[in-house]
């Protein structure tokens, strides 16, 4: 999803919600959104096991795990600092923990320390890039794979380096 698409709808949390229900990767895996808070500091997310995100050996396919935590991080961060940042996913990482069976969540926090240094790491014009941890549990609260998020944060009016010279 295009950060600058995105930037420029006003969608609230439940709009928001509505609109990643329905976008095909999340609908094809069967990814649900559950709650987006009002601030954008709290979402849940919900992948229920189905045929068609079973690997091989009938557990949760690790694609969808994978999927199901992509853009939030990205979305709550950029939500958070408004219009004069730029936010992008940067890099990720997964840890497949267990096998996963049955219904699976996501609970991602924002925190306002996390948006306090991002500002703070970006008010010189310097890029920010952290990295945000979230867990996948089964229905049971066992952790099934552990996500890693790195974030690429700058101010809009940040000065780019210079190209270097050929």
Do not use: C
């Not at 559950?34 to 045929?51: K, N």
């Not at 199901?68 to 996913?89: E, H, K, Q, S, T």
């Amino acid at each position: 999803m295009a950060q600058g698409y995105l930037s420029r709808l006003a969608f609230g949390p439940g709009g928001m919600r509505r609109l990643m229900n329905l976008w095909p990767p999340f609908r094809a895996a069967g990814i649900r959104v559950r709650h987006i808070a009002g601030d954008f500091r709290e979402v849940t997310v919900e992948l229920r096991m189905r045929l068609l995100n079973r690997n091989l050996v009938g557990s949760h396919f690790g694609g969808s795990l994978f999927a199901m935590a992509d853009p939030f991080y990205m979305i709550m961060m950029m939500r958070n600092l408004g219009r004069g940042y730029v936010v992008w996913d940067k890099a990720a990482a997964i840890r497949f923990l267990k096998p996963a069976y049955g219904t699976l969540t996501a609970r991602f926090e924002l925190t306002q320390a996390m948006v306090d240094e991002a500002v703070a790491r970006t008010a010189g014009g310097a890029r920010h890039e952290p990295t945000y941890a979230v867990e996948i549990r089964d229905s049971r609260g066992v952790t099934v794979a552990a996500v890693e998020k790195t974030l690429h944060i700058r101010r809009i009016d940040a000065p780019r380096p210079a190209a270097a010279a050929a």
